[in-house]
């Protein structure tokens, strides 16, 4: 057996998210039929993290296992050839194959639960032996994620962007959500910014930075952090407008964090501009993952 690992990118917003459903339009729904039509067999995929309907991926990393033999480049290629035009893998590459029930019986041995299976498969461990101990898995793996919120302020929308976007028409002072959303810098309690139906164990993260910068008439907010909860980034942003529009000074964020309840935030932001960018792994994996800077972020 092999494991493939594959990096994703796709406009969300025709599809029902990532995760796989009944009636067949999500990412992973179209990505394993291109499988199936190129390898010829019934391929599973595990990703680093699910996107709800209507959000975007620069990269997302996807991992499967087959005993079919093709060069990397041969799955990049074969199996776009049966994607649609909004799906298309990036990149490819093979690492050596662990079975996925050694991970969990690790983690039975260990008494972790998926919080500690994180651990074990991130920064704490140290060197390509102890990784490939544990073999390479998508969302396990992963140290870090970052997203980008793209906002379009403008008095009247741009039909250009929808879809693509998120839009505002009150002024917004980029500086003011800024200094806002240092507040939020730091292992902290979320659940002020978590949805309601989250099914997280645990809605303590660990956020490593986040920006809001101004380019014209687009704003992107850039976050980073171990992992984020369900609508956390869109939670977030709708509450940093608020900041932005003078209606709360930047102090109340912080004041949001601390109370610990959803419903003192702003309501959930629109899907449409936000993109899971990175995910990152340790250097030991050696991931063929693109560097590039996109012009609005």
């Known amino acids: 057996m092999r494991r493939v690992v594959l990096g994703v990118q796709y406009d969300g917003a025709c599809w029902q998210g990532w995760q796989t459903q009944p009636h067949r339009q999500t990412v992973q729904d179209q990505l394993e039929a291109a499988l199936l039509r190129f390898s010829t067999q019934p391929i599973a995929t595990t990703c680093a993290g699910r996107t ?49 029930a050694a991970i969990a019986n690790a983690s039975a041995a260990a008494g972790a639960g998926t919080g500690e299976v994180a651990a074990l ?5 140290e060197g390509a032996a102890q990784l490939a101990q544990f073999g390479f898995h998508a969302r396990f793996s992963a140290i870090a994620r970052t997203y980008h919120y793209v906002l379009y302020n ?17 002024p917004l002072d980029a500086d003011r959500m800024h200094r806002a959303a240092q507040h939020l810098i730091g292992e902290h309690d979320f659940t002020s910014f978590r949805a309601v139906e989250c099914q997280a164990k645990s809605p303590v993260r660990k956020m490593e930075s986040i920006a ?5 008439d ?6 980073k952090a171990n992992a984020f909860l369900h609508h956390m980034v869109r ?21 949001v964090l601390a109370l610990r309840d959803r419903s003192r935030a702003a309501p959930t932001f629109m899907p449409d501009g936000l993109y899971l960018a990175r995910v990152d792994y340790p250097d030991a994996w050696a991931l063929p993952q693109e560097n590039r800077s996109w012009p609005w972020l």
């Open 52 to 100: 709800d309907s209507g959000v975007h991926a620069l990269e997302q990393v996807v991992h499967f296992d087959t005993a079919i033999a093709r060069d990397s480049f041969s799955w990049v290629r074969g199996t776009n050839a049966f994607l649609p035009p909004t799906i298309a893998v990036r990149w490819a590459c093979e690492l050596p194959y662990v079975d996925d």
């Open 154 to 170: 403008h008095a009247v929308r741009s039909p250009l962007l929808a879809g693509k976007a998120g839009w505002t028409f009150r």
């Open 235 to 255: 939670n977030i942003v709708g509450s940093l407008i608020v900041v932005g529009s003078g209606k709360q000074g930047p102090e109340w964020i912080g004041q």
């Open 218 to 223: 687009m704003i992107v907010f850039t976050l």
């Open 212 to 216: 809001v910068r101004r380019h014209g």
């Open 121 to 125: 498969h991130g920064a704490e461990r």
